[in-house]
């Protein structure tokens, strides 16, 4: 069984630029989430989709990031304009239904903001 | 919402040796607490996980307590060998279904 799909893995960019991420999932997996993973610190949810729709985006910076899941499959987070303390580990996660049970993370996107 | 931590946040064992990482948590209504395990550039991986209405789990060399009413659960793991060295991240999935991680843990076993 394939794993979730994240990229790219790396990606170098400066302050007020914009950077882009895209996610695939486990095939069957209803639930997609983002986390965003600061060096030394735990993941911290970003947004939860179930299917196409949103079900928690309480934590995601608004004015700055956004993400779809336009057809209930893949996803993309954005960032726009990107600060310093975007720099961050950014993963993707699914799991079946998104209350019980596992998730399975992606590899990640490490950005870099200069 | 939910807050986690965790204790200590770096831990040396001798090969061999057990380690134990304790975790607390804040929200009464927690009902589920797993443990993740992450390797140098890779993302987190389930190793073990326990419901509210249990007290302890075991799976081979990993075992995970579970205290509701003092908040706090703990990752056991024995006869630790190499491959054990990683970041180990508890969690708790609070009222409002969200899965908040801690902080983690750095486990270094030395052969």
């Known amino acids: 069984e394939a794993g979730v799909a994240q990229s790219p893995r790396y990606k170098i960019i400066e302050k007020r630029q914009s950077v882009a991420f895209w996610c695939n999932p486990i095939s069957g997996h209803a639930t997609l989430y983002w986390y965003q993973q600061i060096l030394g610190q735990g993941p911290k949810l970003l947004i939860q989709f179930q299917n196409n729709g949103v079900v928690d985006d309480s934590q995601l910076p608004k004015d700055r990031f956004s993400a779809e899941r336009l057809k209930g499959v893949d996803s993309t987070l954005k960032i726009q304009p990107a600060k310093l303390e975007d720099s961050a580990v950014y993963l993707c996660?699914?799991?079946?239904?998104?209350?019980?049970?596992?998730?399975?993370f992606g590899e990640g996107s490490r950005l870099t903001v200069l | 919402g939910e807050n986690v931590e965790q204790h200590p946040s770096t831990l040396s064992v001798q090969e061999g040796d057990s380690a134990v990482i304790k975790c607390t948590y804040s929200d009464s209504a927690s009902n589920y607490f797993p443990w993740y395990k992450q390797e140098l550039g890779k993302g987190p991986q389930l190793i073990i996980d326990i419901r509210s209405n249990v007290g302890e789990k075991k799976d081979q060399r990993i075992a995970v307590t579970l205290n509701k009413t003092a908040k706090h659960f703990s990752l056991h793991i024995t006869e630790t060998q190499p491959e054990d060295s990683a970041v180990y991240f508890c969690?708790?999935?609070?009222?409002?279904?969200?899965?908040?991680f801690g902080k983690g843990n750095q486990v270094v076993v030395i052969p």
């Open positions: 969690a708790a999935r609070g009222g409002n279904n969200r899965l908040a």
């Open positions: 996660a699914s799991s079946l239904d998104g209350y019980t049970g596992e998730l399975f």
